[in-house]
């Protein structure tokens, strides 16, 4: 019915760069809010960024100023650019939408969770 697919995540070093994308794809009618968690080892899953359908954003606040989310409602993608990447940002991110999809002649409303894409951030 309904998948989001990450991409992006990956080995960089302290003070490097990193984009994550998360592309939605099915039966979608529309999606509403669309945001980034992150779970490191031991810890549990934090949200990192959100952003309305109409893009207003908020962050969590060791990100603001580096990282910064967007989406291409067109695509029904997120994008989540990250900057100045510390070691303490070493994650599993997710990406998480909630959205309004057609089953068997219905519309339904759920949140949807993406795989997760490993980001590690060496010092």
């Known amino acids: 019915q309904v998948q989001l697919v990450e991409s992006g995540g990956g080995l960089v070093q302290a003070g490097g760069s990193l984009r994550l994308s998360c592309a939605a794809s099915g039966s979608i009618f529309s999606i509403n809010d669309m945001a980034w968690y992150r779970q490191a080892p031991g810890k549990q899953r934090e949200l990192v960024a959100a952003?309305?359908?109409?893009?207003?954003?908020n962050y969590e606040n060791s990100v603001k100023g580096r990282f910064t989310i967007s989406r291409d409602n067109a695509k029904n993608t997120v994008y989540l650019q990250m900057n100045s990447l510390k070691p303490e940002d070493t994650a599993v991110y997710y990406c998480?939408?909630?959205?309004?999809?057609?089953?068997?002649?219905?519309?339904?409303?759920?949140?949807?969770w993406g795989q997760g894409t490993q980001v590690t951030v060496s010092s």
């Open positions: 998480n939408a909630e959205l309004t999809y057609y089953s068997g002649g219905y519309r339904l409303s759920t949140d949807y």
């Open positions: 952003i309305t359908s109409s893009g207003s954003t």
